[in-house]
């Protein structure tokens, strides 16, 4: 018998063949699903179901697949972790006119976190994921790397988990394809999972209305923000706007102004309750500077070094420059202007599959700007 796991199952398809693979590779399986928050009070619903990741359908899913194969399942509520670190960030991220990562912040304090404190308490020797992703030991490191499947790959997510989580986690699907997986799914007698849609909303907004639930958890935001500046580069007012955390850099839709040219939303200043519009072009940004870092592949990256930086999910990506600051914070040049570089979202950097590390980002700043910003601190 291979070491004891605990595997995290949320009754997708995905995290329980990862979980049936383990078993049937040898590993003792623990399942265990994680309550994050409180659906019956604030979950829209359709058809009479409630939806999203962790509901008690997925639950019961998830214990189905255990009790089919004969190993140990449990629920462990999380909703208080969850909501100080998770939803309070989110919420926090956007009331500074911010666009925030919810799946990052979850997987680097939560998820991990809490999984290898039961982890421990259970005596398992790792944890697993059903993450498209990949994890190996090379130099006396642990390094992440991305999934086979590359439209499928969750490497950018994955970023902020330090080197002692990464030593104790396995990505048994990190070597497989999505259509190879429902397959299995099948093949494995798991029909309630095996064509479940996956999941793209975030977890705990279903709807995938972020404003309604802005507008429900902060008590008259909606009335406190309504009616602020639309303006120009330049200052010109252009029209009023429904409040600046309901904007994110790069938004088109919903602006209800007419300036003869496509406008997008440029810049956010909470301060005076002011969003910026213009046209694409001013959207383009080519140096970047990124926060709370963590490195994986290296220990540090002080100096400058060529790597592949995607700022969102689903960017591809581009080539760029990269060096860490004395200050440890990331300074990332693009070797051409990327489009709407979002403060608040992930910067994370990958050599080939591998991921270097990563960082929120913090600002947008010309070139030579930051160049001397950088020169004077090392001075």
Known sequence: MKPRVLVAMSGGVDSSVAAVLLHKEGYEVIGLTMKTWDYAHSAPR????????????????ARQVALRYGFAHFVVDIRKEF?????????????????PNPCVLCNTHIKWDALLRRADDLGCAFMATGHYARVRQENGRWV???????????SYALWGLPQAHLARTLFPLGHYEKPAIRQMAHQYGLEAVAAKPDSYEICFIPDNDYRRF???????????VAGGPMVLSDGTEVGRHEGYPFYTIGQRRGLRIALGYPA???AIDPGTNTI????????????LMAREINLIKYPDLCEERPAFGKIRYKDPGAPCLVRQTPDDEL??????????ITPGQSMVLYEGADVLGGGWIHSVAERSDVHATASTATA
């Open 46 to 61: 359709r058809a009479g179901k409630e939806v999203g990741c962790c509901t008690l359908e997925s639950m019961n899913d």
């Open 83 to 99: 909501g100080d670190w998770v939803i309070e960030r989110f919420t926090d991220e956007y009331l500074a006119g911010r666009t």
């Open 144 to 154: 992440l790397s991305s999934g086979r499947d590359l439209n499928k790959d969750q």
């Open 214 to 224: 802005l507008s429900d958890r902060v008590e008259g935001l909606s009335a406190q």
């Open 264 to 266: 997008y939303v440029t």
């Open 276 to 287: 910026t519009v213009g046209p694409r072009s001013d959207l383009m940004q080519q140096t």
């Open 331 to 340: 300074v990332v040049d693009f070797t051409r202007p990327r489009s709407a």
